[in-house]
C-alpha cells in the first residue's frame, strides 16, 4: 500500500498564475481574465496520474477548455476539498491519497464541484445580459445565449464574475450524461507535476522508492 500526503499547496503546474486578474469562481475554481482555467487538485500526485484524473471531472461538467486548464494543488483544508471514503458524497474530510481511491472516493465530489461552477458562470453571464438563465448553455469556454446564438468566453466572465454567498445543490438529474462527455474516459492529455522543478530538487516518484524490506 502505498500513501501520499501534499505539501506543497502553491505549487503550480504550467505558467506562473496574475493573481490580479484572477477571479474565484469556487473553492475549486478560479477563472483568469486571459482564459487560464485554475482547478484545485486535492490529492497527492505520485506518477499515478490523480492531478489529470481529478481535475478532468470538474473541467468536464464546468465544460472548461482543456487547453486552457492548469492545475495547483488545493490548500490543506479537509473540510473543504476532503473525499469520501465511499460512493456518493457524504463523509468528506479525508485529504488522505491511499489505496488507489483518490478517483473513486473524489469522484461525486468533483462532479458536483464542477455543476456548481458552471451554475455560478451562467449566473453572472444571466445578469450581465438580462436574460433568464434557463435560456443560457454552455460549450467548452464559453456560455452560449440558445436563442441568439451569442457567446462570451470564460475569460470574459472573469472580467466581472462575483460567486454568489451560497453555492446552490445541484441535483444529479442535471449533471452531464455520459453520452455528452468530452473529456472523461477520452485520451485527455496528461499533466504532471512541474518536471523542472522535480529535476533540481532531485526528487522521485513515491511509486519508485524502494525501501528496505521490499526485495
Not at 479537509?78 to 458524497?89: E, N, V
Not at 489505496?99 to 445578469?127: D, I
Request: include cysteine.
Amino acid at each position: 500500500m502505498v500513501a501520499g500526503f501534499g505539501m506543497f499547496s502553491k505549487l503550480a503546474v504550467g505558467k506562473s498564475r496574475e493573481i490580479d486578474q484572477e477571479k474565484q469562481v469556487t473553492a475549486w475554481v478560479h477563472l483568469n481574465t486571459n482564459g487560464k482555467v485554475t482547478i484545485y487538485n486535492p490529492a497527492a500526485e505520485m506518477g499515478q496520474g490523480s492531478m489529470t484524473a481529478l481535475a478532468v471531472l470538474i473541467a468536464e461538467e464546468m465544460d472548461a477548455d482543456w487547453s486552457k486548464v492548469q492545475i495547483e494543488y488545493s490548500p490543506i483544508d479537509p473540510a473543504i476539498y476532503g473525499r469520501s471514503w465511499g460512493r456518493g458524497r457524504n463523509g468528506r474530510g479525508s485529504m488522505l491519497t491511499v489505496g488507489s481511491a483518490t478517483v473513486r472516493g473524489y469522484y461525486e465530489n468533483l462532479r458536483h464541484a464542477g455543476a456548481q461552477a458552471r451554475h455560478v458562470l451562467l449566473l453572472n453571464v444571466s445578469e450581465k445580459w438580462n436574460v433568464p438563465l434557463k435560456e443560457l448553455s454552455t460549450i467548452p469556454g464559453y456560455v452560449v445565449h440558445d436563442r441568439t446564438k451569442k457567446k462570451m468566453s470564460y475569460g470574459e466572465i472573469a472580467s466581472f464574475a462575483k460567486m454568489p454567498a451560497q453555492l446552490p445543490e445541484i441535483p444529479e438529474s442535471q449533471l452531464k450524461n455520459r453520452n455528452h462527455y468530452n473529456l472523461i474516459g477520452k485520451n485527455t492529455p496528461r499533466f504532471m507535476c512541474h518536471l523542472k522543478w522535480m529535476v533540481v530538487h532531485n526528487l522521485p516518484w513515491m511509486c519508485d522508492s524502494k525501501i528496505w524490506c521490499m526485495q
